[in-house]
């Protein structure tokens, strides 16, 4: 049998009224940051963008050990603010807001940036074996 949450779905302001109107305001940027302070994050930006309040719910019930349904988790997503004060309510402390770093953009873009930067250097290593590379480097 696991545990319950620490505050009731219905408490929005139990965490405080600043991390309430963070989930309220910003909340993809909240299930980003609840994921990683739970532990079930691989990507910052992909829970950003991607991850809805229930698939989070679900993920975080599952991990801390939190009693509750599939079903809850989906009809809570339709106040997603109270489902993501909720956890971030149960997380307590390890909850920081817009705690995204300079690794986790790396991570999420690094694939990109290093294949602009192969392109560049293809396309500069081309340009100086021209015979107008002298006009072209100016």
């Given at each position: 049998?696991?545990?319950?949450?620490?505050?009731?779905?219905?408490?929005?302001?139990?965490?405080?009224?600043?991390?309430?109107?963070?989930?309220?305001?910003?909340?993809?940027?909240?299930?980003?940051?609840?994921?990683?302070?739970?532990?079930?994050?691989e990507?910052?930006?992909?829970?950003?963008?991607?991850?809805?309040?229930?698939?989070?719910?679900?993920?975080?019930?599952?991990?801390?050990?939190?009693?509750?349904?599939?079903?809850?988790?989906?009809?809570?997503?339709?106040?997603?603010?109270?489902?993501?004060?909720?956890?971030?309510?149960?997380?307590?402390?390890?909850?920081?807001?817009?705690?995204?770093?300079?690794?986790?953009?790396?991570?999420?873009?690094?694939?990109?940036?290093?294949?602009?930067?192969?392109?560049?250097?293809a396309?500069?290593?081309?340009?100086?074996?021209?015979?107008?590379?002298?006009?072209?480097?100016?």
């Amino acid at each position: 049998m696991g545990r319950e949450f620490k505050a009731p779905w219905f408490n929005c302001l139990s965490p405080g009224v600043v991390p309430c109107c963070y989930a309220y305001l910003c909340g993809c940027c909240a299930v980003a940051d609840i994921s990683k302070a739970a532990g079930t994050q691989e990507n910052w930006f992909f829970d950003c963008m991607c991850v809805s309040a229930a698939v989070l719910r679900n993920r975080y019930r599952k991990e801390k050990g939190v009693n509750g349904y599939c079903g809850g988790d989906c009809c809570l997503s339709l106040v997603p603010c109270c489902a993501l004060s909720q956890m971030i309510s149960d997380l307590e402390a390890d909850f920081k807001m817009l705690n995204v770093t300079a690794d986790d953009l790396k991570q999420s873009f690094g694939g990109m940036v290093d294949a602009a930067q192969a392109e560049k250097k293809a396309v500069s290593t081309k340009v100086q074996g021209s015979p107008a590379s002298v006009e072209m480097t100016r």
